[in-house]
Structures are given as structure tokens and as C-alpha cells.
Nanobody, 116 residues
Framework: QVQLVESGGGLVQPGGSLRLSCAVS?????????MGWYRQAPGKERDLVAT???????LYADAVEGRFTISRDNAKNTVYLQMSSLKPDDTAVYYC?????????WGKGILVTVAS
């Protein structure tokens, strides 16, 4: 069974940085997965933050373009989200997603709070 575990969240001041990690286990095909980060703020829907394909193609939501960077390490079965210049509006639970053909898997999410 494919499992995704997020780490690296927490409380950060506005303007600060955090790096989220998502470790994927239960598959030898990680390199073939499209990986993504999504977030859900209180009272709002879950939205796309960034995705990275198996070939390295990257897509960012407009709200994070230029501030966040998604990357992957296929040797470690891990995807990262480097977040900089954080704003209070970035406060949300961040979820990792793995997509392969018609199969998709989600992590349980990790809270990021941006506040002074």
C-alpha cells in the first residue's frame, strides 16, 4: 500500500521560510508518479499549490509563484516544497498527493501557520 507522510510544518513568522517534505513508501515506481502539494485553509476548499511530473515539469498556483519551489529526489522517494516569503494567507493544512495513471494517494496533511 502506498503511503505518504508529510513533515516540516509548524509555526513561522510572516516573511519566514519553511521546507515541507513528503516521504513516499510502498512503491518502487515513485519516479513515475506525478507529485503535488495542495493546501486547505480553514473554511475553504483544498487547492493546488504545485505539482511536479515524472519528467520534471512543474506547475505553480498563481498565489505561490515566485515564492515556493517544488522539487523531488527520486533516490529518496521524497518530494519537497520550499516555501519562502510566507504570508498569513499561506496558513493551511498542506497535503501531499501522488498520482499514477488513475491511482492517486494522499498524505494526512501537515499544518503550517504563518503568524507573528
Amino acid at each position: 500500500q502506498v503511503q505518504l507522510v508529510e513533515s516540516g510544518g509548524g509555526l513561522v513568522q510572516p516573511g519566514g521560510s519553511l521546507r515541507l517534505s513528503c516521504a513516499v513508501s510502498g512503491t518502487i515506481f515513485f519516479r513515475l508518479y506525478t507529485m503535488g502539494w495542495y493546501r486547505q485553509a480553514p473554511g475553504k476548499e483544498r487547492d493546488l499549490v504545485a505539482t511536479i511530473s515524472s519528467g520534471g515539469g512543474i506547475l505553480y498556483a498563481d498565489a505561490v509563484e515566485g515564492r515556493f519551489t517544488i522539487s523531488r529526489d527520486n533516490a529518496k522517494n521524497t518530494v519537497y516544497l520550499q516555501m519562502s516569503s510566507l504570508k498569513p494567507d499561506d496558513t493551511a493544512v498542506y497535503y501531499c498527493k501522488a498520482l499514477f495513471n488513475t491511482m492517486n494517494f494522499w498524505g494526512k496533511g501537515i499544518l503550517v501557520t504563518v503568524a507573528s
